[in-house]
């Protein structure tokens, strides 16, 4: 459409605004076939741990590990920063609010440990977990140390990643070099248009993380104006992900990875085209998670231009509940993997590949609804 | 419209996006015809109470068969699984709201009594009523019980069914048996697009409920990402009525059901297509409701996904004054009989079929009021 | 578009959704031509004072009518039905939020008295003010008195006025009969169709009003889920206008009723189409209104389906002042003939035909303004 | 699209509505070029300081010119009205909110001297500042005193300027006249159509101002119905710099005028064809800004329709941190510069004219958001 002059521009649709449409025929949950497969890796579940400091640590990496999930610790973080980031957490949750960004940023400054990315990857193993670390395009020197100390996985991870680098300083990087030295998948991301996809497939990455500017605790679309709904996120970069293997006969799985936080989220996610999702929020709510209830965002630190902030999500349920249920609460916060299958089901979707088909309506329901209770509330105080 | 690579979506309608033109010649409100058959049965209105058990039972079902419609019994809710439910109810209005989904959870573990569903069904015929009891697909077993009794009618509702159901363990349960051999009519829901209501029609049903996730006590969107807007669904439905006629010579209403709250959602569900409307929190905020000024959903006692937990409406008046007023509200809550003749009269359709026909107008009214009254208060307040 | 089915439906605009572009060219607000002609007689400003009982008695027919407008009084209203209405707003003034509606429908349930009609025309005639009655459809037998009495005009309305009424008891009226034997100016309303704008004006109406459930204090919309949003509205039945005067010779003004309430309200209105405004809520909050500062509809006080409630808006200016300025405050409520006039001014337009034919866009600002405030307090707090 | 009858408007974007994608190849920061050009000036950033009372005085307009930009100094502002502005802005922010706009209506009556425009100017330019005033299409007559005492530039500016104004009294005033006679560039606005940019280039301007009726503390569009939401208005007038330049040779800026708050706005702003920002609310909650924590529109102070009101702002940051960082909040209202420069590496944009062409979404995500934040509570609440 164009908005102005010769300005041409694309409407782009958030999960919110969609909804999925039951099937004429409903499946058996219990036939769901779920698995999520990451080059020679297979998960269980199609979920992931997002690399936040507040979600993910050495125990909830072991023991996603053990529920079938993939938690990611970030190797540029405070597990890295600190031999006993239990403190620094501490301090990060009992300040207040106003100084809680410059806090961080400071924390943050502290540099990352070699040895801590190396102990970390041991600790993980020696725990049975599998262990999956995140660094930055500029942290790629860190790759080495943590395949060395047998990570299973690597997760290379900005608010946009792309696979080339454009500077007068010649500090150009290169993604396809790291991928065909790296001898563990890499993960890469985060991308959100069809040709930010292909060009990170084509590098090699394993899988790629789809989301720019899409969630709640991540204000990149304010700050830097950047961000694509993760509805058109994911159906884009599913799109770059199905030619891109119509070409080389490589199947690269595609997470959708930010803002989604219920059992919908995750069901509309998939049938976008995501073939799994990654989770903060959620994660982070649980009480194995090491932020005691909070999180803040990998940009939160961000010395010149921090995007998020500490969020307080409380801590709610374990991860075995949040991620199998009983939910004990309708706010679709908990059993994300009954949410999944029995979505699918009543959809008709046996597997993943399925849900990625059903058919999608342009739906602004909540919002409708959110109008509907302030008007009822304005109604009924008789103003 | 393309939401991104190659994924096609369908705007959907909600009915608060919705509103009626008036005609250009106006019919007496006194001359509107409203009944609503269902197989052999009429009823007076074409309003029927849905099978919540903070809304309908023994006395409710009594009273809206005096009244001129039909309140449905949950055959699998409170009043089937225990000798007095009135106590049950007092334990759930009595808890605290964070505990009280699981407390609905626990309580209707109990098992359901064919004996009181025998018992019910006497009741209600006993005072003068028209019976009828809903079961779940899964508890269709109980259906000759309730015939045996006396019912008049059965329900077989769950929050998406279809006429099929997949399983590798082979627990396909088939519509089209249970229609044939019942003796009463089967009323059949919900469902929410053309196919799935049209497989209900072709498996026999007397009637369909239309509407998965519309509804404000009803989280399935938000737990399932599932939901289709009531406007679409019931246009999409009525479609699905109107071809299996135009096939099969029967015709198969089609009743609205989920989020309808106003005398307004009534007529424009009308207007949509449909031949009828159930609700819920209306017939819970009378005095006669079992609720006590509270109900929850059908699915809230799910045991693995809650969905719609306990909502708290008051008991505002008398069922007979929200069903024939006079309203002694402005807020559109009371007087749906009056509201819909008047409704039809200003539209200029005498028939619920001429009022089928009248101009649509997609208007996002309730939003930009909501919007302008916060933006009042904005300038307001000066800040 | 398509909302489901094979039902279709057209999107309508508020005019709140809409903006006006400014024009090349400015005119000097000083030359602005706003003078409205109703038949033979010509008003100043082209706003008209809504027959509500909040807004408009004797006392402002009279002012208004030397401040070159015309108020309506409600000839079926508390003016007509007591002696001494001043004392029966004071109670309605008192009354308790809840309580309002149940003892406006009891206080209306006065007869109306022929001789008060006659009373009330002559009291505005000996204050030198323009005496025009609106009277409902059933209401129609109390013309004859208004205009024996000297009444200059007078209006028929109610929330949807048709130029036909069907019913099988035969009470039919006829619109066409009241007008061609009525001396004075017939003004009919409410209407939002281009059909039903047609049919008023070859019933021989001299003024049409357009505007049905689209106002605040009004919800006509919510109760019976009728309703136009009002830019549509006005441009429907302004083209309308334009093909009877085509057809006709007669040239029939339109004016704008409902939901306008500020300046900019009033230039979009005429922007549409219209030839004029009525406004109630912003004549209502005059020191000169009768309402102490509140209003309500002609519809709250309705026996079986009130409409609109008690709205307390303060009385926080005088009618000049409200009128013709200056305003002291920025939020578009004072000096609507300085802002139409300075509107048409930066739109180009110096007559209201031109201002009729400005640039409009849709433009939904206010809901995105809202939204980010909304969303600055949501970052503000760090949540 | 067609609103109603024959009336056609056309949807017009928000900069809230958009959002920016990310390019397939990202560039250094570092590298991008920013520098914006008026006429034979150069400016190190691409940012204007509004001509408010609350924003710029002399002092900041000394520091922001030391700071690479340009703030513009109210020529008929209270710095041109009173010896000592200081105490009378202790007056406005000192009163009560009720009553703060007839206190700036009163103290904006006090006249203009000639001696203290020349004197600001002197100023400015002693302390090594560039002297930028500005004065409204009536106050042109001030133009050759601040031209003579050494302004380097000329600012006219209106809520909507156009090059001709016609009036029955023949004061036409002529934008070409004032141009062409002006030894130092003037700037011209606000327009937001292609027809009023086009023409006010014609006139000779050496740089246009965008926006009508954008702004928070701009009430024009509730006032006079007035305005063009931002995205659009900014493509429009860039089409006809684009149009002008093919046809004239030479190149006149659009810097986008109102509204702008965010890191996100400034590059969705320049994303849509704009070559600079000029922005109010950021500059007025510096340490440096006059209005000690609030600011006030230039239309404020207008006798009988003022637009805009007091807004209190804090002062939360020098001018240097809120341009060029590093931010200590992650609401994108610190480091703008930082921000640009980032958003435009990301989009892979070297200069300001490949940010021009950057793709665009329009991407409704804050209202997402926010309702969806709405409906977080609702659910948490258990209503």
Redesign the interface.
């Known amino acids: 459409?164009l908005?102005?002059?010769?300005?041409?521009?694309?409407?782009?649709?958030?999960l919110?605004?969609?909804?999925?449409?039951?099937?004429?025929?409903?499946?058996?949950p219990?036939?769901a076939q779920i698995a999520l497969e990451i080059g020679p890796l297979t998960f269980d579940i199609p979920v992931m741990a997002s690399a936040m400091d507040g979600a993910v640590d050495v125990g909830m990496a072991i023991t996603m590990g053990r529920l079938g999930g993939l938690a990611v610790l970030n190797g540029e973080g405070l597990q890295t920063r600190y031999e006993t980031p239990e403190e620094i957490i501490s301090q990060i949750v009992a300040e207040p609010?106003?100084s809680?960004?410059?806090l961080i940023?400071k924390l943050y400054r502290e540099p990352v440990k070699e040895e801590l990315i190396a102990r970390r990857v041991r600790e993980i193993k020696e725990g049975g977990g599998v262990a999956c670390l995140s660094f930055t395009p500029l942290g790629v020197k860190y790759v080495a140390v943590a395949v060395e100390a047998g990570a299973d996985a690597i997760v290379i991870q900005s608010?946009?990643t792309?696979?080339?680098?454009?500077?007068?300083?010649g500090?150009d990087f290169d993604l396809s070099e790291i991928c065909s030295k790296c001898p563990v998948p890499v993960i890469i991301g985060n991308?959100?248009?069809?040709?930010?996809a292909l060009?990170i497939m084509e590098a090699g990455a394993a899988a790629v993380l789809v989301g720019?500017?899409?969630g709640?605790a991540c204000?990149t679309?304010?700050?830097?104006?950047?961000?694509?709904?993760q509805?058109?996120?994911?159906?884009?970069?599913?799109?770059?992900r199905?030619d891109y293997q119509a070409k080389s006969g490589r199947y690269v799985p595609i997470i959708a990875d930010g803002g989604l936080r219920?059992?919908?989220?995750?069901?509309?996610a998939i049938?976008?085209?995501a073939d799994g999702v990654m989770m903060g929020q959620p994660i982070a709510s649980t009480h194995e998670a090491p932020g005691r209830g909070h999180h803040w965002g990998m940009a939160?630190s961000s010395?010149?231009?921090?995007?998020?902030?500490?969020?307080?999500v409380g801590q709610n349920a374990s991860l075995e509940q949040v991620l199998y249920?009983?939910?004990?609460?309708?706010?679709?916060t908990m059993?994300f993997i009954?949410?999944l299958k029995?979505?699918m089901g009543?959809?008709?979707a046996?597997t993943l590949k399925e849900m990625q088909q059903v058919?999608?309506?342009?739906?602004?329901?909540?919002?409708?609804?959110?109008?509907?209770?302030?008007?009822?509330q304005?109604?009924?105080?008789?103003?």
């Open positions: 459409m908005i102005g002059g010769k300005r041409e521009a694309r409407r782009a649709y958030g919110d605004e969609l909804a999925l449409a039951p099937g004429t025929i409903a499946v058996d219990a036939d609010m106003e809680v960004i410059p940023q608010s946009a792309t696979s080339k680098f454009q500077s007068s300083k500090s991308c959100c248009t069809y040709d930010g060009t720019v500017g899409p709640a204000t679309r304010r700050v830097l104006g950047l961000g694509v709904p509805g058109t996120a994911i159906a884009d970069c599913a799109a770059a199905d219920t059992g919908g989220d995750v069901c509309k049938a976008c085209g939160t010395a010149g231009l921090p995007r998020g902030t500490r969020i307080k249920g009983p939910a004990t609460s309708d706010n679709g059993n009954g949410a029995l979505g009543s959809c008709g046996t058919e999608i309506l342009v739906a602004p329901a909540l919002q409708t609804e959110g109008k509907r209770q302030q008007f009822d304005h109604v009924g105080q008789g103003k």
